[in-house]
């Protein structure tokens, strides 16, 4: 660092800007303390970790799972659906997934579309599992829970009609 104090000094905004970094207002100020000191890595500081990465994190692992098709409600599906086909952005990872993060737990509620012919209770358990594991091997955080709700099935016909079928009126 660029300006460290000896002894029981700590980094202060002052400090922390003079080696370019902005402290950010959740975080506490980090301890330097004395080379060799006793005092254990993990309490010199906080690291807060956003919703939005648990959202990005269990979404990427709940489609991981072989049997959701997609993921959100009805009406967020739509729109994601619509969002998806412009071409500047990316698919939205997040969709369908709803997020409580403190600073140790996390609670997860995901809302899935599932393949025709998929056990629905293997097919929860599956994405339960992958969600807890992927989220808490990233971020360290305890899941306490992962709720899964089906909110459709997806049947193959959705995807061979596509509007070519006969028409029921003239």
Do not use: C, F, W
Request: charged share 25%; glycine share 12%.
């Amino acid at each position: 660092m660029a300006s460290q104090q000896t002894g029981t000094g700590s980094a202060t905004a002052t400090n922390a800007s003079a080696v370019g970094r902005v402290p950010h207002p959740e975080h506490t100020a980090v301890s330097l303390g004395r080379t060799g000191s006793d005092e254990p890595a993990g309490t010199r500081g906080k690291t807060a970790i956003a919703d939005l990465v648990v959202v990005k994190i269990a979404g990427i692992a709940a489609r991981e799972i072989p049997g959701v098709y997609d993921m959100g409600g009805g009406l967020s599906r739509t729109i994601g659906a619509v969002r998806d086909r412009v071409p500047v952005g990316r698919p939205s990872v997040g969709r369908g997934v709803k997020v409580e993060v403190g600073e140790v737990q996390t609670a997860i509620d995901l809302d899935l579309v599932v393949e025709y012919g998929v056990a629905i209770a293997d097919l929860a358990r599956d994405v339960r599992e992958n969600v807890i594991s992927a989220v808490e091997r990233t971020t360290g955080l305890e899941v306490v829970e992962v709720n899964v709700t089906v909110n459709d099935v997806h049947l193959p016909e959705d995807d061979q009609d596509n509007g070519q079928g006969e028409a029921r009126v003239a």
